[in-house]
């Protein structure tokens, strides 16, 4: 936090605009016209346009206790684009509403944006447009991103075919056990002065849940290997609960096996320091942001020696179910969907 | 509100979304993908693509002790459509963001989503997409709005001239009128059982607050006349705030003349009642939703002809400022946005 802290009231609305829109770059060809008007400019003759929205909530997404405002704003951005990724897109521009509480400070909105500017600037992003306003209810982020793809290169969810292999990016249940991490820690710190939470040996953990990234190297790798995924999504709900997405839409059923989940050891640390079943917290802890997808089996050479893949499976016909093979080999469970249900 | 009241837990966020979202009619060639995917897909490869965004909460924007869930639907829609009508576009697509908290019931979110899909029937627009969660306090609503124009046709803020007319649409200060008597209302009902609000003689200040209505009718007539305005921005904070930003960012100065500025009959009888300066109210009352916009000189005749459109100054040179010439027509006073602050 900065020292001085200064109160929004003494800028007003459009003071406050000014100063978080001064000198914002341009990335992209297709933003003719940026914050300023009624609305945005954009223009995209050839190729498709990718429309995705995030609303995220103070006391629901994110707890201003542990999660710093830059991260928070670079966090708020990152998952945007990883729809935009999900779709084999690339994202463009972003609108950034933010409803802002009588606690924050221009300073504290100023760390927020910065946030938010550091993710566009590392993806190429411009900020064209938004909305602020006052809120009795706490900081309130929504974002809508828009990319563009060539149409013969967007993947849906719905294209997964019997025998296709299923891959996953990176490692699952970390951001969780981030998530277990900091709630622990704020936990320990209560009533505490000059409390310091203890994150050593767990740094992996703190990173996922703060800070992810969008995984636009993947989708990089992919498109240089000439590997167009059959089906496709990003992995914010849980493992299980995404392919039962695409196995839904795809009208197909699926096996995975457990030992080929990927899973870092600092997650198999945590989660036998909490007592958790490891599995469960890589098939259903959320925000992992990595992505989900198929590819046909011609494609098993080529994407077994791309490093951060994993194939974990392979789709069947849709009577099969979706189903989970034990690491003995000897049984099959279902999978479900049993994320957290954010409505309860 | 309907009679039987479902739990939102008992549907989960996807059952909520399914239902909500179940036979959504599309009106548009662009819309080539909408709900159901990590993005949704359109495309325009002829215009320029237009986008804005409103973020709406409650207890700032809206109070649900007055405004009924599905008029609050439709509104919110309706201005963020108004947007790019002012940008001389036509509407689109939109994206919905909905934060829910625990008191509202599946039946109230039908309610208001059911005001949503009213308003895009009626402006011909596709909801594509969108984020459902829950919220620690209160509603809130996140809508994203896309169009799109050919390039000639947008007129954006900065192109006002010297010697241009200064037009507006409809009348002013009656949504806020309408705000003051439902306020009014509110506060006569405290602690009374069955309080029937009185609104007799006044329903369209009432609808003007609850129900307000993008003119896609004057870019209409406008078009067919044969009218480019030469700058234009609807009215939602009031026509002084607005009208400087027209001459801030076309670098000119303006004058309008107080006793041509439109105002209902109901607006005036409201502002005497609550003893409140009746060009105040038609100056700096938000949520007008009317259009403001420059014409050149030359469209004079054309433009006096419309029904419903009024001249009420011109544009003149920088150095002369922004000024209304005062009924008796012997002094000018500076232009200034007084509109609340939405920030304190």
New interface residues.
């Given amino acids: 936090m900065a020292d001085k802290q200064t109160e929004?009231?003494t800028?007003?609305?459009?003071g406050?605009i000014n100063l978080l829109t001064k000198e914002l770059p341009r990335h992209n060809d297709s933003t003719?016209?940026s914050v300023?008007?009624?609305?945005?400019?954009?223009?995209?003759?050839?190729t498709?346009?990718?429309?995705?929205?995030?609303?995220l909530?103070?006391?629901?997404?994110f707890d201003l206790t542990y999660v710093p405002l830059k991260h928070l704003g670079y966090k708020a951005v990152a998952v945007n684009l990883s729809?935009?990724y999900?779709?084999n897109?690339t994202p463009r521009?972003i609108?950034v509403?933010?409803?802002?509480s009588k606690r924050f400070t221009v300073e504290h909105i100023e760390e927020l944006y910065a946030g938010m500017r550091l993710a566009c600037e590392n993806y190429g992003v411009d900020i064209?447009?938004?909305?602020?306003?006052?809120?009795?209810?706490?900081l309130?982020i929504?974002i809508?991103?828009?990319?563009d793809a060539p149409e013969n290169q967007?993947v849906?969810?719905?294209g997964a075919k019997d025998t296709d292999l299923i891959c996953v990016s990176g490692d699952l249940g970390a951001a969780y056990m981030g998530l277990q991490l900091l709630e622990r820690e704020k936990v320990a710190s209560a009533g505490q002065k000059d409390f310091i939470p203890d994150f050593s040996g767990k740094e992996y953990l703190v990173e996922r849940q703060l800070k992810p990234e969008p995984r636009r190297d993947i989708i990089n790798i992919l498109r240089d290997k000439g590997i167009k995924p059959t089906s496709m999504?990003?992995i914010s709900d849980g493992l299980s609960s995404e392919l039962l997405h695409i196995c839904k839409?795809s009208n197909t059923g699926c096996r995975i096996y457990e030992d080929r989940i990927p899973i870092d050891y600092q997650t198999a640390v945590m989660a036998q320091e909490i007592n958790m079943n490891l599995v469960t917290a890589a098939l259903n802890g959320g925000e992992d942001y990595e992505l989900l997808f198929t590819v046909p089996l011609t494609d098993h050479d080529k994407i077994s020696k791309i490093e951060g893949i994993h194939v974990i499976g392979y789709i069947t016909k849709p009577q099969l179910g979706c189903k989970m093979i034990t690491r003995d080999g000897e049984s099959e469970i279902d999978l479900k969907?049993q994320g957290w249900?954010?409505?309860?």
Avoid: C, W
């Fill in positions: 929004i009231s800028l007003g609305e459009f406050l003719l016209k300023g008007d009624d609305a945005a400019v954009l223009y995209f003759p050839d498709k346009i990718l429309v995705t929205t995030d609303l909530l103070e006391g629901i997404h729809d935009i999900a779709m897109g521009q609108t509403s933010l409803g802002i064209v447009g938004g909305d602020t306003t006052s809120s009795r209810q706490g309130v929504s809508t991103a828009i990319g967007i849906y969810r719905d999504m990003d839409d969907a249900n954010p409505l309860q």
